[in-house]
């Protein structure tokens, strides 16, 4: 459920660049796990848990958790720590207390989907304009199908707008959300994973339609009732009857965050209590326990596609995670200020699942999700050591060939948010010894993880087991792979001309240039005040003058205005959506009327310069000006931020 709007507001007021709740699969070597190290019992996984949550809290200012372990069947162990509100101080009830599940809700539509594909009602392989009262254009000359919209391969842009909601009256229905907010679609079905909250929502009404039941209440009939889950909704917000809410917080020490309500239901909207997440967990490792067939299991879990045979891929719905030579299948969940994890050992018939409901320190609960289950697996489920071999020959030239910058498969197209896939995008450059380091995985102290190559293409992580994979086309590093993150997307480099590497100084300076410049005016007005200067007469006409101005002063508001929209999205998303939208005018006109005063200055001065009345030194400085200002503008136009439609 997190949107980039939370990663450019990271990178744009200097966090941690990204922190993925994904796992570390098994590398390329295929070495076969040894017999467990501890044994996965009662007593030894509390004091594991017990030994690990309540420093994590501390240490990640995060408010409290639950953690449930089930393993053949039954709940093994299930535990709250830490306060489910801090003013009343109301401890975690594994039962009760209820958490936002985030993305979690998607595998509960899925499985809804392949419900009715059981029954026969829906195929997973049929144009989904089938099932639709609207219809999803054609393009690219192949249907969209469930299949890829279980497997993230519709092609669908990313979208924000309304993606979260302020309260419960300016919340879309299901039908309005779908057919208000249809994405771009900018790959082939089929051919790209990116991860779709549209796609998952889109799901979520095709199982209404089908079964002409609204789709909070087709879960709750279909999935919640056979498994006894009394603690689980997709209201929002939840009655009183199914639970207490958890309180969300940003960092335990600070104010308490509104309950964030999910424009995509389907793909966001769920509340549950860890022990109900046990029971969708026991159902999901019994071959599908109450809810599924074990033929309809079996193929949800199974493998559905890999971009790159070393690397985990998609199941329907699930998304791989291998670790130590174990295969496992879960889903994440990011809200602002809520954030579960949830994985499946099938063959092993355990599930974990852990909560949060704070963001934490600098991302924490992203960190220590991760550290969490990659301890459980490393003391269960050890990892066999494998050999320590020499870089492929060759290594030093293919690192080399990888430095550059990369970009997320999941971004915008023709619309504002493409301003922040610029503050998504990662460089790889090379390092010592013919590693590499790749800015968009960091290890817990913040620093760029160091990779050294294991096979051609393929590199670990130096002291890890985490892999990145190179896809090469032509000679030329194409799109990279990395276990560090689930298998939702992948990164794709970049063009020279749309690379981060230089546009993000090139916008730097400009911002800092419209600001001197548009600070100028008031400083020499104030300095000439205090200290008694008389006004030296202008070199420049009064036009010019005015028309200088006008275009320092908005350029420096138009920048300011979206940076503020930048950040504040991340950490308050319910402001994308129609409340915004005067905001959005207003610095447009903003824009456009600096983008007027750049033109009446640029000719002011030209004719100036016509008529010889400069000085080389004013000249350049003119000159300066004058591109700093178109080149303002082109960017403007260039991310899409004078678009008339409010769609992103």
């Not at 999901?284 to 199974?302: I, N």
């Amino acid at each position: 459920m997190t949107t980039p709007f939370r990663l450019a507001a990271a990178v744009a007021i200097g966090l941690v660049p990204i922190a993925t709740a994904g796992s570390t699969p098994a590398s390329p070597n295929a070495i076969v796990a040894p017999a467990p190290t501890a044994e996965l019992d009662v007593r030894d996984v509390s004091a594991f848990i017990d030994g690990f949550i309540p420093y994590a809290l501390a240490r990640g200012d995060i408010s409290g958790a639950a953690v449930v372990v089930v393993k053949d069947g039954k709940v093994l162990v299930a535990k709250g720590f830490g306060y489910a509100d801090r003013a009343s101080r109301r401890p975690i009830d594994v039962e009760n207390t209820l958490f936002r599940q985030a993305s979690i809700s998607k595998l509960f539509a899925w499985t809804a989907v392949m419900q009715l594909s059981e029954a026969g009602k829906l195929d997973l392989d049929r144009d989904i304009n089938t099932y639709l009262d609207f219809e999803v254009p054609p393009r690219f000359g192949r249907p969209i199908t469930l299949r890829h919209l279980l497997t993230h391969r519709s092609g669908f842009a990313e979208t924000y707008r309304e993606l979260m909601t302020p309260d419960r009256a300016s919340t879309p229905t299901l039908e309005t959300y779908v057919k208000r907010h249809l994405p771009d679609r900018i790959y082939p079905p089929g051919t790209n994973v990116a991860y779709s909250n549209y796609g998952a929502t889109l799901a979520g009404y095709i199982v209404q339609r089908v079964s002409g039941e609204r789709f909070e209440d087709y879960v709750a009939r279909h999935i919640f009732a056979p498994l006894g889950m009394r603690h689980s909704t997709f209201e929002q917000p939840p009655r009183r009857a199914v639970g207490e809410m958890a309180t969300g917080y940003i960092g335990a020490s600070g104010q308490p965050y509104a309950f964030e309500y999910a424009g995509d239901v389907p793909a966001g909207g769920l509340s549950a209590s860890a022990g109900d997440m046990a029971r969708f967990m026991i159902a999901h490792l019994d071959e599908g326990g109450p809810l599924l067939s074990p033929t309809t299991t079996s193929r949800m879990h199974a493998p559905a596609f890999r971009q790159i045979p070393q690397l985990p891929g998609m199941a329907l719905g699930f998304y791989e995670e291998d670790r130590n030579g174990r295969r496992v299948i879960g889903h994440a969940g990011d809200l602002v200020s809520f954030h579960t994890d949830l994985h499946l050992l099938p063959a092993e018939r355990v599930g974990v699942y852990i909560a949060m409901n704070s963001w934490g320190r600098e991302d924490a609960s992203s960190s220590l999700r991760r550290a969490f289950f990659h301890q459980f697996m490393d003391r269960y489920y050890p990892r066999a050591a494998g050999p320590t071999a020499p870089p492929p020959k060759g290594s030093a030239e293919r690192a080399q060939a990888m430095s550059g910058t990369y970009a997320s498969t999941r971004r915008s197209a023709s619309n504002l948010g493409t301003l922040v896939d610029l503050f998504g995008q990662g460089r790889i450059e090379t390092g010592e010894g013919g590693t590499i380091s790749f800015s968009q995985f960091r290890d817990a102290a913040g620093v760029p993880k160091r990779w050294r190559e294991v096979r051609p293409n393929i590199w670990r992580e130096v002291g890890g087991t985490a892999i990145l994979a190179a896809e090469v086309k032509g000679g030329q590093v194409y799109r990279l792979y990395a276990d560090d993150q689930p298998a939702v997307l992948t990164f794709v480099r970049t063009t020279p001309w749309q690379s981060a590497a230089w546009r993000l100084p090139a916008l730097s300076a400009l911002v800092l240039l419209m600001s001197l410049a548009a600070l100028a005016w008031p400083a020499g007005a104030l300095l000439r005040w205090k200290y008694g200067i008389p006004a030296a007469s202008h070199l420049r006409p009064r036009a010019e003058r005015w028309a200088l101005r006008t275009m320092a002063l908005g350029n420096s508001l138009f920048a300011g205005g979206w940076l503020g929209i930048l950040t504040s999205a991340g950490t308050q998303p319910s402001l994308l959506g129609p409340g915004l939208d005067p905001w959005i005018r207003l610095l447009q006109a903003i824009g456009i009327v600096s983008f007027v005063a750049t033109i009446v200055f640029a000719s002011r001065v030209g004719r100036r310069w016509r008529a010889r009345a400069t000085t080389v030194g004013g000249g350049v400085i003119d000159l300066i000006l004058i591109v700093a200002g178109l080149a303002t503008a082109f960017f403007a136009f260039d991310y899409h931020l004078f678009n008339f439609g409010l769609r992103y």
